[in-house]
């Protein structure tokens, strides 16, 4: 059975430091893996997938690796700012699941200005 | 484009009671989600949709929940009768089709609270 950990839990940092943030999958047998957003009683919102054949995604001031061979990805955020405080969830598609996430429990991050 | 749809936002009840939360997806997307997220935990799927059909219900606990979809668009989740763990978001999501596309779009879930 796929498990995916997020560590840390939560993280704050002072404005304008570079965040990163990491996600651990026992089952390298993937076919992608996606980084969310989710902000206090919102839903999540995606903001990078990383298919199994490539080693990293861009969009912006974020950037996201992924090693499947050691079972991690790691999600980069240059220059953050107040606005990024959120929690960010990673999830994994199996190569048997159609569709179907298996999500990490989040990095709650909280920039401070 | 419009967003995924939910209602109620908010919903308090009793253990034994019993509840229902609807779900209206993007237009077009034929897959539609539904997700349970406990405090302080990662979204867990309770049942995946292809149009009408049911394609994954595994972690669905079939004895008090029960999901339909009728015509292939909105979708309801009903809990009889609820249990304090029930406590949680239940998120509603969608997506164009797993095989074109695989970025799920959620809607601003249901908060449920069982006293």
């Known amino acids: 059975k796929q498990e995916v950990t997020q560590i840390p839990a939560a993280l704050s940092v002072p404005e304008g430091e570079n965040l990163v943030l990491n996600c651990s999958f026992t089952d390298s047998a993937i076919y992608n893996l996606q980084w969310f957003r989710q902000d206090p009683g919102k839903g999540l919102t995606s903001l990078l997938l990383?298919?199994?054949?490539?080693r990293e995604q861009t969009s912006g001031r974020l950037n996201a690796s992924l090693d499947k061979s050691s079972g991690r990805s790691t999600l980069y955020i240059a220059a953050s700012q107040p606005g990024d405080s959120a929690t960010y969830l990673c999830a994994v598609r199996h190569s048997n699941s159609w569709g179907k996430f298996q999500f990490g429990a989040g990095t709650q991050v909280v920039v401070t200005p | 484009e419009a967003g995924v749809a939910q209602s109620p936002r908010y919903k308090i009840i009793e253990k034994r009671q019993s509840v229902a939360f609807w779900c209206n997806p993007i237009?077009?997307?034929?897959?539609l989600y539904w997700y349970q997220q406990i405090l302080g935990q990662g979204p867990k799927l309770l049942i995946q949709?292809?149009?009408?059909?049911?394609?994954?219900d595994s972690q669905l606990p079939k004895d008090r929940f029960s999901a339909e979809r009728l015509k292939g668009v909105d979708s309801t989740l009903k809990i009889q009768p609820a249990k304090l763990e029930d406590s949680a978001v239940y998120l509603c999501a969608s997506s164009l089709d797993p095989d074109r596309e695989e970025t799920q779009y959620f809607g601003p879930g249901t908060r449920l609270l069982v006293l």
């Open positions: 237009s077009g997307h034929a897959t």
């Open positions: 990383i298919q199994s054949s490539q």
């Open positions: 949709f292809q149009n009408n059909g049911v394609v994954d």
